[in-house]
């Protein structure tokens, strides 16, 4: 979980500073949602999902590759403002230890729809990628608040697995714990993401 905060705080730093300046790479990397592993994999200048080539990608401060998606599928390096109209941005960041998948969606209009103050959809995954740790969580962002819907975390799946019924009655300290810290840490991240795509993207 420590290893997350900090992830987040980096990726905090992003903010529209990103340049297009690819480098090779033939880095692979297995990326857990809760449901599936997809395969992720550095090629050239391009990022590949699974072997399907998503575009280019886009270097940030020589650590971070990035690559953001509209819903028709066209790729944007530091020039994802130009979507403004789009209602659905995938945003993927990589580095060597961890990475992070989230989407934002709305069907009127991602910008539209939040600069009305009205509520846009939002999905997120991150994975540390030498241990396997994974978190997921899905919800709502406005202008003045935002709310996680659903979460969940390596941790917190296996738990409810093997202690399901205390798991379910929350009646087991380790498990309301481990809750607990997997909540602090998305209301910081969403915070983040709220500060770091919409309020600057929809600017």
Known sequence: ??????????????????????????????????NKTVIYKFAGEDLYENGKNLGVYSIDRNEFRMLVLDEAGKSYGN?????????????????????????????????SVYNAGRYVNFDYISNMLKDGDWLYADGKISKSESSVQNMSSKTLSAYKNMNFEKAVDRKDTKYIAEELAVAGFFKK??????TMILDDFCR
Request: proline content about 1%; some cysteine; glycine content about 6%.
């Open 189 to 194: 991240t969403i915070d983040g993401l709220k």
């Open 79 to 111: 020039n994802y403002k130009s979507a403004l109209n789009a209602k659905r941005m995938k945003f993927y960041l990589f580095n060597d230890e961890r990475a992070m998948v989230f989407s934002i969606w709305h069907k009127d209009g991602i910008c």
């Open 1 to 34: 979980m420590k290893n997350f905060i900090v992830f987040a705080v980096l990726a905090a730093l992003l903010g529209g500073c990103a340049i297009l300046r690819p480098t090779k790479s033939d880095k692979e990397f297995k990326f857990y949602d809760g």
